[in-house]
């Protein structure tokens, strides 16, 4: 500042800028140290400061902030304060209703076991990139594998995806990582050996025997087969609605809910498959003496309330051992059923019998090439070469 020869006032030495174009000017530290200050307004109307060491630095970081602005992004986090976990599991615990519980429980679990304790106490706003690949390269180091790590990435960059959106976080440092060399294990549909004996074990026990059918045949979700009802059951028509399933709720046990895709479907069932499910109906007529509560479950409890998955899977285990079949999942028999199913049928009722709306992930995750396949497309392109006997 100067004094004016005339008027006695102090001028400022600050370089004269256009409104909104911010400012920049040399400060001397208390140190003595002399640096360059920036200040600009940014898109609340908030003055915004920071010093640097070069005058070039200075005029870069206003240009950014600038250009940011004109384009109507925020270039701070709302609380910069914030650490990663307190900003995760406030998001987790806000972003997802009732209806999300299951993913909900799954964000909020790696959160805590996985996050929390590498990058926990960062500031949200200051997590960067390379931080994050080096947390996904020590889980990995650690013997976690893909789907943990991969289920991990998704809870940081939805996170952040939403910051960004909101304008609450300035980028998303989970954007451009690089996930570690780790190969999924993919879940794969029962051998055919496999998938014969377990079915004609089933076939011993009526209630077995249906839910089997449900699971192999159709490729009902385990939380789906739960979730029947007899009302859901035409058995005239031959149709089978899938409008709920069983899940479990923090706090409230076992529920009833909307399907995972929120949209209820019917099926065309053979008369096979009613069948089996009305012989099933009548057995499990001679138990209901023991029950405390009828909810018209296909597949209750031992007492008529809801099934949980832990006893389906319990079920199914000790159906595996009577059968002399090891090492497979209930899971998998839903990608028994759609491989078998779309060597039958077109795509489109494949997609409706799976309740997923995107192709890719019913082709990539639940339809598996298998030697009866293959040997059938071989033997398909024999009838189709040119002068050969299939013409």
């Known amino acids: 500042m100067n004094n004016s020869p005339a008027s006695g006032k102090k001028v400022s030495n600050k370089p004269k800028r256009a409104n909104g174009r911010g400012s920049i000017y040399q400060i001397t530290k208390s140190n003595g140290r002399k640096v360059w200050k920036a200040a600009i307004k940014d898109i609340n109307g908030k003055l915004r400061t920071k010093t640097f060491s070069k005058q070039s630095e200075a005029e870069d970081w206003v240009a950014d902030q600038r250009r940011a602005r004109d384009l109507g992004e925020n270039t701070y986090a709302t609380n910069p304060k914030m650490t990663v976990e307190e900003f ?28 929390a304790p590498a990058i926990g106490k960062i500031k949200a706003a200051e997590l960067n990139t390379k931080t994050v690949e080096s947390l996904f390269r020590d889980m990995h180091a650690n013997g976690f594998g893909a789907g943990t790590i991969r289920i991990t990435r998704a809870a940081l960059s939805a996170a952040y995806n939403d910051a960004v959106r909101l304008g609450d976080l300035v980028r998303n440092p989970v954007r451009n990582t690089k996930m570690p060399n780790v190969t999924a294990r993919v879940t794969k549909p029962l051998p055919r050996n496999d998938w014969e004996k377990v079915y004609l074990e089933a076939m011993k026990n009526p209630r077995m025997h249906a839910r089997i059918e449900i699971a192999g045949m159709l490729g009902l979700r385990p939380g789906e087969a739960l979730g029947l009802k007899w009302s859901d059951l035409n058995a005239d028509e031959c149709t089978l609605l899938i409008e709920r399933q069983v899940q479990r709720a923090k706090g409230k046990g076992l529920i009833l809910k909307a ?72 899971y998998q028999l839903r990608k028994t059923a759609f491989t078998a199913l779309a060597g039958q049928t077109d795509l489109k009722t494949l997609m409706e019998f799976s309740g997923h709306t995107q192709v890719s992930t019913v082709i990539g995750n639940y339809v598996f090439a298998t030697s009866e396949s293959m040997r059938s497309a071989i033997s398909g392109m024999d009838r189709l070469r040119p002068g050969g006997n299939g013409n």
């Open 259 to 330: 399907v995972k895709q929120k949209t209820a479907r019917t099926l065309r069932i053979s008369q096979e498959t009613v069948r089996i499910l009305l012989v099933h109906k009548r057995h499990q007529a001679l138990n209901k003496a023991k029950w405390i509560e009828d909810n018209d479950l296909i597949f209750p409890n031992t007492v008529g309330k809801l099934g949980d998955e832990k006893s389906d899977r319990l079920a199914f285990k000790n159906l595996l051992t009577a059968a002399g079949v090891h090492d497979c999942q209930l």
């Open 88 to 115: 995760l599991v406030g998001w987790a615990n806000t972003q997802y209703g009732p209806d999300q519980e299951s993913t909900q429980r799954s964000y909020l679990s790696v959160i805590k076991n996985h996050i």
